[in-house]
C-alpha cells in the first residue's frame, strides 16, 4: 500500500497561482503512474495530470499550458504547479497512484488516494 498526502491547497483570486505537492510513503516502488485528479461539487473526478515512471506527462485540454505535473523520485514527492487559475479551476484535488505501466484517465485505474487538498478561485 502507498499512502498519499497532499498539501498547497488555499484560495486565491483568478489569475492566481498555487503548487500543490503529494508526499507518498510506504510501497512506493510499486508506482508506475501518479496522477492528479479534482472533483468540483455535483461532478465527476476528473484527471488533470499524469506522470509515468519515465516522466512523460499528461493533461487535460482544461489545464493544458497552465499546469506542469512534476515528481521528484529521490524526494518520493508529486507536484502540481498551477498558474492563471480560474474559477472553475474550484475542486478538492486529489492525488493518486497506480501500479499500471500506463496512465488510464479513469480514477478506477487508481488504487492510492489521497485526502485531497481543497483549492478555491475566487473571481
Known amino acids: 500500500q502507498v499512502l498519499l498526502v497532499e498539501s498547497g491547497g488555499g484560495s486565491v483570486q483568478a489569475g492566481g497561482s498555487l503548487r500543490l505537492s503529494c508526499a507518498a510513503s510506504?510501497?512506493?516502488?510499486?508506482?508506475?503512474?501518479m496522477a492528479w485528479f479534482r472533483q468540483a461539487p455535483g461532478k465527476e473526478r476528473e484527471r488533470v495530470a499524469s506522470?509515468?515512471?519515465?516522466?512523460?506527462?499528461t493533461y487535460a485540454d482544461s489545464v493544458q499550458g497552465r499546469f506542469t505535473i512534476s515528481r521528484d523520485r529521490a524526494k518520493n514527492t508529486l507536484y502540481l504547479q498551477m498558474i492563471s487559475l480560474k474559477p472553475e479551476d474550484s475542486a478538492m484535488y486529489y492525488c493518486?497512484?497506480?501500479?499500471?505501466?500506463?496512465?488510464?484517465?479513469?480514477?478506477?485505474?487508481?488504487?492510492?488516494w489521497g485526502q485531497g487538498t481543497q483549492v478555491t478561485v475566487s473571481s
Open positions: 506522470v509515468q515512471r519515465d516522466g512523460w506527462p
Open positions: 493518486a497512484a497506480s501500479a499500471f505501466p500506463w496512465c488510464s484517465p479513469s480514477a478506477d485505474a487508481y488504487k492510492d
Open positions: 510506504g510501497y512506493t516502488s510499486s508506482v508506475s503512474c
